[in-house]
């Protein structure tokens, strides 16, 4: 259903990476892979459309996502470096906030009940500001509970969390992909996925090589 052909990048006028294609279809997992610096972010951010690739075409059910933007956006859950949340707003308010501006329903019971999946029970109503760096991080993870899209971007998910929350993230992500869902992510580190009866989930590599 996502389709990324024979992307190319640049920074100035300097090559960062060419040729990049795959697919990810329903009920997969791709692992980007590739050293620091070589464009990951960069490849991310073309993928979901909010950066232009000097060359190649990305394309959702069929159609380049620049043909129809909304129908794309509307399918899409982009996490990147920047969490996108408001330091003043507690975590229950920072959901419920960013379901409003997404058009999204959701209620109450539900974003507590998707903060303390992520691990933050009795920490729902702390403002942004005095949380840990993977408490914040684990508030921008818990919007993942209250998405309705199919395709999941994220952008290193798993910095700045303990070991139980990684592993609480590892099992929402093959959740997902279990109910048919796709997921895109970079990671530094081997991440596998399993479901809830032990059997492994379809995560494919694709290793990012900058152009020589």
């Not at 330091?87 to 058009?103: F, H, I, K, P, R």
């Not at 993977?134 to 395709?151: E, N």
């Not at 991440?191 to 020589?212: N, P």
Request: hydrophobic share 40%; charged share 20%; aromatic share 4%.
């Amino acid at each position: 259903m996502l389709s990324v052909s024979k992307l190319c990048c640049s920074r100035g006028n300097q090559p960062l990476f060419a040729d990049v294609s795959f697919t990810l279809q329903s009920g997969q997992a791709l692992h980007l892979e590739g050293d620091n610096g070589v464009g990951k972010t960069s490849l991310l951010r073309m993928v979901c459309g909010l950066s232009p690739a000097d060359a190649g075409e990305v394309s959702w059910q069929g159609q380049g996502i620049q043909k129809n933007k909304a129908a794309f956006h509307a399918s899409l859950f982009y996490l990147g470096h920047g969490l996108s949340l408001k330091e003043e707003l507690t975590a229950l308010e920072n959901l419920m906030s960013d379901a409003a501006v997404s058009g999204r329903t959701l209620s109450q019971p539900q974003a507590l009940l998707a903060l303390a999946r992520m691990g933050l029970r009795g920490r729902e109503h702390l403002p942004l500001r005095v949380m840990s760096q993977g408490q914040k991080r684990r508030t921008a993870l818990a919007r993942l509970l209250a998405s309705q899209a199919p395709l999941w971007v994220l952008d290193e998910p798993f910095v700045a969390l303990d070991a139980k929350a990684v592993d609480g993230l590892r099992g929402l992500l093959a959740e997902h992909v279990g109910k048919g869902g796709m997921v895109l992510f970079t990671s530094h580190q081997p991440v596998a996925l399993t479901h809830t009866d032990g059997s492994c989930v379809d995560v494919q590599t694709y290793r990012l090589r900058g152009v020589a």
